[in-house]
């Protein structure tokens, strides 16, 4: 009877365990969907920058097309502070250069690895670096995610 009370008792803490760090994994559902430069952000980028976007998936990736650069990161999100930190671990990219005609090797070895979001009404703003530098990028929703 003990050794099946101590099992029951195992599984239900590697249950709990992993429900709990999948659910860090999970992307919010408020983040999920496509998101486009505000007009307020695009107007400080060069012309050919201005159509940048990215895409929460419902599945756990961030999709960032840049120019011909298109990039597809696997996610885990926190949330902290009012916003959400963001870990990236790269999957995939498309080995082309960015807006900027920034080589595909020159992005991926200077990809940062955390980023921190706040979302404020239709607003989602990137922080660059971290939220005390005050620089950021703002972006509004343009359509909900094709896999949610």
Known sequence: MNRVLLKTSQLGCALFL???CADRNIVPRELVGVWGLTKSSAANLPLECRDVRIEFTSDGHLITVNGQFNLVVKVSVTRRSGGFV?????VEHNDKP???GKSAHFIVSNFVHE???ELNDAVLRQYIWTKKSTRFIEYSRI???KSS
């Open 18 to 20: 992993v429900t709990a």
């Open 86 to 90: 963001v870990g990236q671990t790269i």
């Open 115 to 117: 980023v921190y979001f």
């Open 143 to 145: 359509a909900a995610s």
């Open 98 to 100: 960015n807006c900027q």
